[in-house]
């Protein structure tokens, strides 16, 4: 029985599109959505902008090799699978930035974070997938790119493949781990990420509750809020707002990137060419990437996915059995559940959708708990025969775990609808509350999980609420329009 929360456009002529060929730790900025936030600039981007443009910005990504002399790939599947790799280029800021955003600490020269990103066939759906930066891996035999030191395979966390082995053995790594082959490799460094923000003008983010961190600064009210670029960067890189740690970051994460997609397809700015210009330039700036992720791929791409929105993406991390594996001389590691993180790739490779189809519904607000988590006894605090029964079933049907046995309430004569609870659960209570705005919140001590509604002679309707973060579904995945702000 679930129990309540306590609070802790015409195409250009062309031939047949070309092939996109085939701190201290706690104090490392994670920089989840540096590479994302250029992802969506310039595959969204290049759909509304001139060749000439995309040419100039193209000529100014540093291009590399993750592929050279790789063998024994795993085959092709339908669609494009880019592999996005944030790194931790922390001796690029200035004293001052390192100072208002808490980055102390020497760079690790790791991955901070990964993400698989799968582009389906018919270029109507984006699937992002977040590989934890701390997952258990094993790396394949190679040539350390330090010492030059040749390395049997060994077992390590997944960011230190980049540490040993650069682009070339993180493609590898993941490859080995996912069965997935790589088209293409981009990496950005985090100093475009603020900046790039700010370019936008903002992100907006919303959350149900207050976030805070003491290690990065991260200081949010309940609520909506435009962050700039370093208020930005704080949301992404922290993992301290609670006991989810890094899992958490991740999802949140996702929620930043849902809600940049969702601006930048909304508002035009992709498809007016100085605002695009100076976006691109602005991330363009620390982006490296493979010779084959060049100007005719992203304007193909960025045609294609002219009608590309929120709704259009979908967020998932790899399906975790244990979140603290121990490995002797490494320490504590995320390991992947093997059996569902196979069919999760598997789905990648096949072109299918990860996020679970949902009917339509109409317009809920957010909350933090989910009214499937809330149990709840509503009383008739009125002369009026049959409200209590009424309340139930509105409940009940927004989602609430109600006792489907109303009983009548004391007083008879009770003018304002009235919630009861502990403030052992002043979060569930929060949530019922969304539901019947009119009502007085009570805190009674020692009341126990079942919230107590009262109805008064003013009671009317139960507005739809659902949980911030709704994911369902085999793969755990959510579209971008879920998880965004409404």
């Avoid at 930005?232 to 890094?246: E, I, P």
């Avoid at 397809?265 to 100076?278: A, C, Q």
């Avoid at 006894?377 to 509105?394: E, F, I, S």
């Avoid at 539901?435 to 002679?457: C, D, N, S, Y």
Wanted: aromatic share 4%; glycine share 8%; net charge positive.
């Amino acid at each position: 029985m679930p129990t309540p929360h306590r609070s802790p456009r015409p195409p250009r002529p062309r031939a047949a599109p070309p092939q996109l060929r085939s701190r201290k730790q706690d104090e490392r900025p994670r920089w989840g959505m540096r590479m994302a936030t250029g992802l969506s600039v310039l595959v969204l981007g290049a759909g509304g902008i001139g060749h000439a443009v995309v040419t100039n910005l193209e000529t100014g990504i540093d291009r590399i090799d993750p592929f050279k002399d790789m063998k024994n790939r795993p085959r092709a599947g339908n669609g494009t699978n880019l592999l996005l790799v944030g790194t931790d280029g922390r001796e690029s800021i200035t004293p001052d930035e390192k100072r208002t955003y808490r980055l102390g600490g020497v760079p690790c020269h790791c991955t901070d974070t990964i993400m698989l990103v799968h582009l389906s066939a018919d270029k109507e759906r984006a699937s992002i997938v977040s590989l934890p930066r701390d997952s258990y891996a094993e790396i394949p035999e190679h040539r350390d790119r330090n010492t030059g030191d040749e390395h049997a395979a060994h077992p390590v966390k997944l960011n230190a493949a980049y540490a040993e082995g650069g682009p070339n053995l993180t493609v590898r790594t993941v490859e080995d781990m996912t069965g997935v082959k790589i088209d293409h490799y981009l990496e950005v460094d985090f100093t475009s990420f603020m900046k790039t923000v700010d370019t936008l003008g903002g992100v907006q983010i919303c959350t149900t509750r207050p976030l805070k961190d003491s290690y990065t600064g991260l200081d949010l009210a309940a609520g909506t809020h435009r962050l700039n670029g370093g208020q930005a960067l704080q949301y992404v890189r922290s993992r301290h707002v609670d006991g989810a740690a890094d899992l958490g970051r991740m999802e949140r994460q996702q929620r930043f990137l849902a809600s940049l997609i969702k601006q930048t397809t909304s508002s035009g700015v992709l498809l007016n060419p100085v605002r695009f210009r100076d976006i691109a330039s602005t991330m363009l700036h620390s982006v490296r990437a493979d010779e084959g992720f060049g100007t005719e791929q992203m304007l193909d791409l960025g045609q294609a996915m002219r009608g590309f929105t929120a709704s259009s993406s979908e967020f998932t991390s790899v399906p975790v059995s244990d979140p603290s594996y121990p490995v002797k001389g490494i320490g504590s590691t995320v390991k992947w559940d093997p059996r569902k993180s196979a069919k999760l790739f598997q789905a990648l490779r096949e072109d299918k959708p990860l996020a679970a189809k949902r009917p339509k519904q109409a317009a809920a607000k957010t909350v933090d708990v989910a009214p499937q988590q809330i149990r709840v006894q509503v009383y008739n605090g009125t002369p009026r025969d049959g409200l209590g029964r009424t309340a139930d079933d509105a409940l009940r049907a927004t989602g609430f775990h109600t006792t489907r046995a109303p009983l009548n309430g004391a007083p008879k004569d009770l003018k304002h609808t009235l919630i009861e609870y502990d403030p052992r659960w002043d979060r569930s209570a929060k949530s019922l509350a969304a539901a019947l705005p009119e009502a007085e919140l009570r805190a009674v001590k020692g009341q126990g999980a079942t919230m107590k509604v009262t109805t008064g002679t003013d009671f009317g309707k139960v507005e739809r609420v659902r949980a911030e973060d709704t994911r369902r579904g085999e793969f755990a995945a959510v579209t971008g329009d879920q998880v965004a702000c409404p």
